[in-house]
């Protein structure tokens, strides 16, 4: 009976010693941590189609950082919902820097007020990493239809019998809209997209009679022997890869509409992780070779810091919530 009870003993003494040995990992300190780190490939989910602005601008960060940080850094296109599905998924992973979000003003802010019941929040479910810049919106339509600037654009709206067809393949393009349409008081018939080469494909094709999209994308469907033409675009000023391009405020103050993206991690990721990939990002943008690539997807390269990038995330919730209000787009 006292072999059987000290046998016992050392098997909970031997429980006791595993399970405290299992818990060491945690209790090293962050800074030890986020030395080892990274140990293995990142990913970086993008919620939009591949191809869509959001994509190409990551990628080229993405191969910055595979560079500098010695391990694989993968893109997981997971489109849907204008960002929903890839935000959703990527608010629930682990929160240990190996899985990342390309986060926007559409997903992080717009979504707010596009959508009744959100599946993730964007203040409490991720922590801001790098803010990597900005751009707007552009106005375009069939090179076949009698439309060369906006003018004409309203008065062909307004001469026809039915609503002209707009798509977009994202929250930003689903406002810019909407913005148009109050402003110039015309109806127009919304047509939502999983992404934006979708939308290109479709207004090339003539499923279409306009569309809203990032400049980034309408810019190489445009000029001399396009396929597509330009209205306008939504910026605070003319973009300089489209420089005869009015902007839209020059008709309608007070229309501005500017889109950013930046990189988020879920909440809970450790803090010396967070600042290691903000310098990672931040040295990034500063290389020649990104600051070309940027340029020729006409976008600005914007480094932002964790803390003005969180600064930012909640203003503009703020303000994409009441300009949606606004403009009179109803909840999905």
């Known amino acids: 009976m006292r072999m059987r009870s000290e046998r016992a003993a050392v098997r909970r003494r031997v429980t006791a010693l595993c399970a405290a040995l299992a818990a060491v990992p945690s209790l090293l300190p962050s800074r030890l941590r986020a030395q080892e780190y990274p140990s293995r490939p990142i990913t970086i989910v ?23 940080l010695g391990q694989p850094v993968l893109v997981d296109n997971r489109g ?24 926007s003003s559409t997903t992080l802010a717009a979504n707010v007020g596009l959508f009744r ?21 552009m106005f375009l339509v069939r090179a076949d239809l009698p439309v060369r600037n906006l003018a004409e654009l309203l008065a062909y709206a307004r001469s026809q019998p039915a609503p002209l067809s707009a798509g977009y393949g994202s929250s930003s393009g689903q406002v810019a809209l909407a913005i148009l349409a109050r402003a110039a008081g015309v109806r127009l018939l919304p047509v939502a997209y999983k992404g934006t080469p979708q939308v290109v494909t479709d207004l090339v094709g003539g499923a279409l009679q306009m569309a809203a999209i990032d400049v980034g994308s309408g810019v190489p469907h445009t000029g001399a022997g396009g396929r597509l033409t330009a209205l306008a675009i939504t910026g605070t000023g003319r973009s300089a890869s489209a420089p005869s391009v009015p902007t839209l405020s020059e008709t309608y103050p007070g229309s501005e509409l500017v889109t950013w993206i930046g990189v988020v991690a879920p909440a809970g990721t450790p803090a010396p992780v967070v600042a290691r990939l903000s310098a990672a990002i931040t040295a990034a943008l500063a290389t020649p070779e990104l600051r070309r690539a940027y340029r020729e997807l006409s976008t600005e390269v914007e480094p932002v810091a964790p803390e003005e990038l969180g600064r930012r995330m909640a203003r503009d919730q703020k303000r994409w919530v009441e300009l949606i209000r606004e403009v009179g787009i109803e909840q999905q």
Do not use: C
């Open 46 to 68: 993008v919620p939009f189609p591949a191809g869509a602005a959001v994509d190409n601008l990551v990628r080229p960060i993405a191969a910055e950082l595979q560079r500098t």
């Open 80 to 103: 849907g919902a204008q960002g929903v599905v890839g935000t959703q998924h990527a608010a629930r992973a682990r929160p240990d820097g190996y899985t990342l979000l390309a986060g």
């Open 117 to 137: 019941s959100l599946p993730y929040d964007p203040l409490k479910d991720f922590v801001p990493v790098a803010g990597l810049g900005y751009t707007s919106m």
